[in-house]
T-cell receptor
Framework: DAKTTQPPSMDCAEGRAANLPCNHS???????VYWYRQIHSQGPQYIIH???NNETNEMASLIITEDRKSSTLILPHATLRDTAVYYC????????????FGQGTRLTINP | GAVVSQHPSRVICKSGTSVKIECRSL??????MFWYRQFPKQSLMLMAT?????????EQGVEKDKFLINHASLTLSTLTVTSAHPEDSSFYIC????????????FGPGTRLTVL
């Protein structure tokens, strides 16, 4: 699976949009981009995933660049409960489907 | 989303004892479950992939005789830490993949193991 690069930490004001970048320059054509987050001392929570089109769900939006070498997770109106470590993972949809976690981005939402 | 539970949520044991952790998919069937370990301030590290009715596949560096995995049904996988030592103290997390074509994995709440 392709490796990803994320900033180690970010801050965002409550109520503002949080934009979390992820670089995955070696992504293959059949690899998806997944985002999970982990709130302190809990199991990771699935947020969203996409292949090449932008995606949106009730939690977030995922913007993937045209060359697919990077993506941005957008939390439109961040709340204090969004404080967590956010992981960007790329992998193929089939096969063993194991997730390989990097170090992620520690997002802190400030009041 | 689908719900995955773990039991116990927290366990403290003496060095040399064995500890069993259960991972259950509550409202779906999971042909594949995964076990992770997470040390403080570190990311999750995949330990093994557990397939129902077959032997688990362990990641490089993970001792299969120390971390016994059993996936006897489509809703239950167990991880047994045998002869636990203080260095095995960690946060153990399981995840389950919904059977079929869905690529999503759902994670349990984790089990915090402390070995004295």
């Amino acid at each position: 699976d392709a490796k990803t690069t994320q900033p180690p930490s970010m801050d965002c004001a409550e109520g503002r949009a949080a934009n979390l970048p992820c670089n995955h320059s070696t992504i293959s054509g059949n690899e998806y981009v997944y985002w999970y987050r982990q709130i302190h001392s809990q199991g990771p929570q699935y947020i969203i995933h996409g292949l090449k089109n932008n995606e949106t769900n009730e939690m977030a939006s995922l913007i993937i660049t045209e060359d697919r070498k990077s993506s941005t997770l957008i939390l439109p109106h961040a709340t204090l409960r969004d404080t967590a470590v956010y992981y960007c993972i790329v992998r193929v949809a089939g096969g063993a489907q194991k997730l390989v976690f990097g170090q992620g981005t520690r997002l802190t939402i400030n009041p | 989303g689908a719900v995955v539970s773990q039991h116990p949520s927290r366990v403290i044991c003496k060095s040399g004892t064995s500890v069993k952790i259960e991972c259950r998919s509550l409202d779906f069937q999971a042909t594949t479950m995964f076990w992770y370990r997470q040390f403080p301030k570190q990311s999750l590290m995949l330990m093994a992939t557990s397939n129902e009715g077959s032997k688990a596949t362990y990641e490089q560096g993970v001792e299969k005789d120390k971390f016994l995995i059993n996936h006897a049904s489509l809703t239950l996988s167990t991880l047994t830490v045998t002869s636990a030592h203080p260095e095995d103290s960690s946060f153990y997390i399981c995840s389950a993949r919904v059977s079929g074509s869905s690529p999503e994995q759902f994670f349990g709440p984790g089990t915090r193991l402390t070995v004295l």
